[in-house]
């Protein structure tokens, strides 16, 4: 494993890519945009906006931006109707009702009550469980399926709406460090599918489970034949925000309204109280992450931290090392409650996927014992 030698992130984040001299790209991207005037982007993307929905102004929404009701959703659909002048259709994909959590609810109620139109998709919760108990044996990735509705809920209302622009609002590519998504400009989120999360599509093992293709329209994301048949458009905005990130976004966020997380950072790991605040266990997704890969996420929020000259790389590698991999067992329980397995069935599987270079399985403990110090190369 190795490190950026500017922040902390590593080598092992699935389509992350360092240049010759060991730099991450969203190091690299953060670099280069220093002495970028954000007005000249914010002009760029309102003409490429204005080009795109021209023709169409009071006939339909505008744009569509999918939300959670969380920081970034907040910030971005406040933003949109704001800093662009669109109207945009709010697009919501529900998780079922034992997953999603009461502060992510109130969230969602305070965005709406901003004065928003939002549409919600509420795939089957029977399938959804059965995917997800599927996923977490299968990919050590409680996630696998579900996300992909998340991500393909958007363009598929974007046609059922005829809505020809959705607005995303990170790219994962410049900010994240997830080139799979890497389009033509900094704007062009067309790529989107080909990040890690979707890549592939392959969709036979979730067929097996649930016996029919039709029980999984909401999983599959519309093929690029599709999209183009249609003439959508994905257009990320992080790029025009000077201060994107964990801790702006919160910030921006809570004084509209935002509901923030209860439990403090030695249940869930998460600094700012203010992640994944919609539904209950991506706290046990970040830790799975992190005994396969060796970062969670500690690492997320303070990359973003030591690029705003904000933490130095040593005062980062003291937070990641105390807090990457947290995860109170109140939500391993429900979790397997949910699933219906026994918590050492969970352990026994979290144990078979963890990393052997990065962790040691230790005898009589539950939890595989990592073997790297963050921020130091293990080679
Ligand atoms: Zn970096």
């Known amino acids: 494993m190795r490190y950026c030698k500017n922040c902390l992130s590593p080598d092992t984040r699935p389509n992350s890519r360092f240049n010759d001299h060991g730099i991450c790209v969203p190091c690299t991207f953060t670099e280069t945009s220093r002495d970028v005037s954000y007005e000249s982007r914010l002009r760029d993307l309102k003409a490429i906006v204005r080009r795109l929905t021209k023709r169409r102004k009071n006939q ?64 089957a919760p029977q399938t959804s469980r059965v995917l997800m108990r599927e996923a977490f044996f299968r990919f050590t990735n409680i996630f696998r399926a579900t996300e992909m509705v998340l991500f393909a809920g958007v363009p598929k209302m974007a046609m059922a709406h005829d809505i020809k622009l959705i607005l995303w609002g990170e790219n994962p590519a410049l900010q994240v460090g997830e080139s799979g998504s890497m389009g033509a400009s900094i704007w062009d989120g067309n790529n989107l599918r080909n990040i890690n999360t979707l890549a592939g599509g392959e969709l036979g093992w979730m067929i097996d489970q649930v016996g029919s ?28 925000w000077s201060n994107w990130s964990i801790a702006g976004n919160s910030v921006f966020a809570m004084p509209e309204g ?103 399985n230790v005898t009589g403990m539950l939890r595989p014992q990592p073997l790297f110090t963050p921020g130091v190369d293990l080679v």
């Open 60 to 123: 339909e929404y505008d744009c569509i931006v999918g939300v959670s009701g969380g920081k970034d959703s907040t910030r971005q659909a406040l933003w949109v109707r704001e800093k662009l002048g669109l109207m945009p259709l709010l697009v919501c994909v529900a998780y079922p009702p034992r997953q999603v959590s009461q502060v992510g609810v109130d969230n969602l109620s305070n965005l709406i009550s901003l004065g928003f139109d939002c549409v919600m998709l509420g795939p």
């Open 213 to 240: 293709a039709e029980k999984i329209l909401p999983y599959q994301f519309p093929d690029v034949e599709l999209m183009n048949t249609n003439q959508i458009n994905t257009l990320f905005l992080g790029p025009a």
């Open 258 to 360: 935002l509901n923030i997380r209860k439990d403090g950072v030695l249940s869930t790991g998460d600094l700012m109280g203010t992640s994944m605040l919609d539904e209950e266990w991506a706290t046990i997704n970040m830790m799975l992450k992190y005994y396969k890969l060796g970062f969670g996420r500690a690492s997320d929020f303070v990359n973003e931290e030591i690029r705003g000259g904000r933490l130095t790389r040593e005062q980062g590698s003291v937070l990641v090392e105390r807090y990457d991999g947290i995860c109170d067992d109140k939500y391993v329980e429900s979790f397997c409650h949910y699933i219906e397995i026994t918590i050492e069935n969970f352990w026994a599987q979290v144990q078979k996927a963890a990393s052997p270079l990065l962790f040691k």
